[in-house]
C-alpha cells in the first residue's frame, strides 16, 4: 500500500522541482510574475499602500538631498509671534490695528502685496460701538452733547469698516479654507471671485470638491477682492504634505489657492490657462489637467490639480519680522520694500504646524512661502501622463535582464550585479531629478530588483535543507526550545509569510522608567532591566507565548503563532497575572539592592491579526500587525489612567472565561471609532475569594447605576468602594466624572462611553 502520510506527500512535491530543468522552469514562472505585477503597479493598475510608502520615502530622500537651502529675499513672513503678543496684546487683534498694519506695510514700507493666511470670520465689536448705540437710541437719546460727540466718533469706531478700507484699493490677498465636511455656513462671510466656472473646465471630475468654507466677512472680503484656501486636503496616506491642489471646486464654481492666487496677483494676468490630456477611456474622451499657465508662468500638476510642493529648506528658510515691530516701524524700511509678505503666527496656542519631507513640525505658512518661490521661480516637480508608461517599459527591461543574468552568474556576481542595478536606477532618478524636474518612481524597479534576487538565490537554499530544519533555525530566534520541537514534530504547515489568524497579544511596560534610569547607573540600569526582563520572559516562554520584541523596557508578545493554540487567551492571562506576581515577589530583592519599586502595566487585547516576516530588506522580524494589535498597546497605556495592573478587553475576557473580572470602563481608545469594555482580571475563578467577588459586584452595580445617570446611587457605591479597596485612582476618576456630570449633563442619548484621547 503506498505511503500517503504528510511527510511522504511534501517529498513527492518537492522532488520534480530537484532537477535544473524544472527549477528553471519555476525560476522563470516567479520572475515573470514578478516583472508582470511591478508593470500592472507603475501603468496605476494595482494599489500597493507599502509600495506608496517606499516610493514616498524614495521623493523624500531626493527631495532633501537636493535642498537648494538658500533663502528668497522676496518673500517676508509677518510673524504674530509672542513678542507681538506681549506689546500688542492677545489674538485677535481689534481691525483698527489691522487697519493700521496693514496702511503701514503698503504706505511706509512699500510692500508689494500681502497675503493673510488668516481668516477674519467674525465682527470686531471690541470698540464698545453697539452699547454707544444702545445708549444713543435710549437713556441718553436726548443729550445733544452725547448726540454729536457719538456722531462724530462713530465712523472711528466701525473696525471692520476701517480695516476693509485699508485693503480696498491694495494688493492684498484674503485667505480662507475648505472643507469636504457638510458645516454650517457664516452668513456674515462669503468667498472670494471664482477662477472659473466648473462649465468651463473638463477636468472637473478629478477635482477636490469642497462641501462647505470658512471664510472672511463679505465687508473685508469685498475691498480686498482677491482670495485663495489655504488648507490642504491631500495629505499623504502618512500625513505628509507633499502636494497642494493649486484649484478646487465649491459649487459651480474654481477656487485658487493661496499661493496661487498670490502669484496670480503679482503677474496681474486677466485669467487662467489650462493645459490638458487628451485620451480615450471606456469610449469616452477624457481631458487630464496637466498644468495652469499663469501669463509666462507653467505649473505642473496633477490630474486633481495638485501640484509637488518645492520646498527650499528647513523651517526658517524665509526671512521673519515680528508684527509688532511693523506695527512701530522699528524695522528697517528696506526689509519690506517691494516685498511679498505673508502673514502668520509662531506664537503658542496660534502655530499651525504641519509635517512635511523636511521637517516634522513646519509652520503652515512657509508651505505657502515654498510654494510660490517655486512657482516664480519655475522649479516645480512633476509626474507627465507618459511616465507611468515610461516606468513600466523600463521595469520590463531591467527586469528581464536581471532575472537573466541572476540564473547564470555565481552568487558573488549577482549580488554585485543586484548592487549595480539598484544604483543606476537610482542615479538615473536623481538625473531626470535635476535636470528635468520629474519624479521618477523608484519602488517598482528597486523592489523588483531585490525580489527577483532573492527568489533566484533563495531557489538553492530552499531545495537543500530540509524543512524541520528550517523551522528550528528560524523560529528558534523567536519562541522557546521546546516549542520549536513541537513544530518540528507536528505536520502542520508553518510558514513565515504573512497570514491571518486568531491570537491574543500582549504589551507590558515598566512604570516611571525614565524617572527610574535617572537615578541608576549605567551598569545597575543594565542589571535591573535583566532582573525585570529574564522571569517575565520565561513566564511567557512557559504560557506557550511567542516573544516579539523587546522595547527598552517594554515587552511585546503573542499567542496563537507559529504553533496554532486554541487557548491562547487563557494562557496570555495566567501568563500576565504570574508577571505580576513575579513583580510583586521580586520587590524585596529590589529594596535589598538599592533600587526603587517596580510597576507593571500589563494589556492583552484577543482578535485578527496578521503575522508573518515583516520588515525591509535589511533586517525581518517574525512579527504581528493589525488593528487588533493597536488596541493591545492602547490597552496597555491605559493601566496607568485607571491604576490597574492588567487591562483585557472584552474579546480576551470572552476567550479565556475560567478567569474572575472586574470591568473598569466602556472606552473608545485613541483612534477607533467604535466602543470597547475593558476589564482587570483579578484571578481564576476557582481562587477567587468572596472579597473578591463582592468588590466585583460593587462595581458592577456603581456603573450600571453611572450609565443609568443615577449619580447619587452611583456615588454612594464608589464611595464605599473608595474608602474599603486599595485602588483609590480608580474610584476617584469616576468620582469626578460624576460631579462633572451633575454640572453638565450628558443628555438622553448619551452611551456611557468615555472617549479616550491620549495612547
Known sequence: ???????????????????????????????????????????????????????????????????????????????????????????????????????????????????????????????????????????????????????????????????????????????????????????????????????????????????????????????????????????????????????????????????????????????????????????KTIKPLEAIQIDTLRIPVDQRGAALIPYRGEAGSFEYLSATDVLNALTPAEALQDKIVLMGTSAAGLQDLVTTPVHTAFPGVEVHANLISGILDQRIKWRPDYLPAIEAIAVFIVGMLAAYLFQVLSAFHASTLAVVLMLTVSAASGY??????????????????????????????????????????????????????????????FSLKGESREMTVLFSDVRGFTTISETLSPEELCELINEILTPITRIIHHEFGTIDKYIGDAVMAFWGAPLHDDLHAPHAVKAALLMIQELDHLQPYFTGRGWPPIHMGIGLNTGKMSVGNMGSQFRLAYTVMGDAVNLGSRLEGLTKQYGVCIIVSESTKDAAPDYLYKELDRVRVKGKNLPITIYEPITSLNEATAEQQAEVSAMQQALDAFRAQRWDVARATFIELHAERDNKLLYETYLDRISHYQDEPPGTDWDGVYTHKTK
Not at 452733547?145 to 473696525?159: I, K, R, V
Not at 533563495?458 to 513541537?486: D, M, S, W
Open 432 to 493: 531626470l531629478w535635476s535636470s528635468h524636474d520629474l519624479d521618477i518612481h523608484l519602488a517598482g524597479l528597486v523592489i523588483l530588483i531585490a525580489l527577483l534576487y532573492s527568489v533566484q538565490m533563495a531557489f538553492g537554499y530552499l531545495y537543500e535543507t530540509k524543512r524541520k530544519k528550517q523551522l528550528g533555525t528560524i523560529f528558534g530566534h523567536y519562541i522557546p526550545p521546546e516549542l520549536v520541537a513541537n513544530m518540528s514534530q507536528s505536520d502542520e504547515n
Open 1 to 283: 500500500m503506498a505511503d500517503n502520510s504528510p511527510k511522504e506527500r511534501l517529498r513527492r512535491f518537492l522532488s520534480p522541482l530537484r532537477s535544473n530543468k524544472a527549477v528553471r522552469f519555476y525560476r522563470a514562472l516567479m520572475s515573470a510574475a514578478l516583472i508582470l505585477f511591478m508593470m500592472l503597479y507603475a501603468l496605476g493598475r494595482l494599489q500597493v499602500p507599502v509600495m506608496h510608502r517606499i516610493d514616498s520615502i524614495f521623493y523624500d530622500l531626493r527631495l532633501r538631498a537636493t535642498l537648494p537651502n538658500t533663502p528668497d529675499p522676496r518673500i517676508v513672513i509677518l510673524d504674530i509671534d509672542e513678542k507681538s503678543l506681549l506689546q500688542e496684546g492677545r489674538w485677535p487683534w481689534p481691525r483698527d490695528k489691522m487697519s493700521f498694519l496693514v496702511d503701514m506695510l503698503f504706505d511706509y514700507y512699500g510692500v508689494r502685496l500681502v497675503a493673510f493666511d488668516i481668516v477674519f470670520a467674525e465682527e470686531d465689536k471690541s470698540s464698545g460701538l453697539p452699547l454707544l448705540k444702545t445708549l444713543a437710541e435710549g437713556s441718553l437719546k436726548n443729550s445733544p452733547e452725547f448726540t454729536s460727540t457719538f456722531q462724530a466718533l462713530e465712523p472711528q469706531l466701525q473696525y471692520d469698516r476701517l480695516f476693509a478700507r485699508s485693503l480696498s484699493g491694495r494688493t492684498a490677498i484674503m485667505g480662507f479654507f475648505t472643507s469636504h465636511q457638510h458645516h454650517e455656513l457664516n452668513p456674515l462671510a462669503s468667498l472670494p471671485p471664482i477662477a472659473l466656472t466648473a462649465q468651463d473646465a473638463p477636468f472637473t471630475n478629478a477635482l477636490f470638491k469642497a462641501n462647505s468654507f470658512g471664510a472672511n466677512l463679505t465687508i473685508l472680503q469685498t475691498a480686498a477682492g482677491k482670495g485663495g484656501y489655504f488648507n490642504n486636503p491631500f495629505l499623504d496616506e502618512d500625513g505628509v504634505y507633499r502636494r497642494i491642489p493649486m484649484i478646487t471646486q465649491y459649487q459651480d464654481g474654481i477656487y485658487e489657492s493661496l499661493s496661487l492666487a498670490v502669484v496670480h496677483a503679482l503677474l496681474d494676468a486677466p485669467r487662467l490657462d489650462f493645459e490638458t490630456g487628451l485620451f480615450q477611456q471606456e469610449g
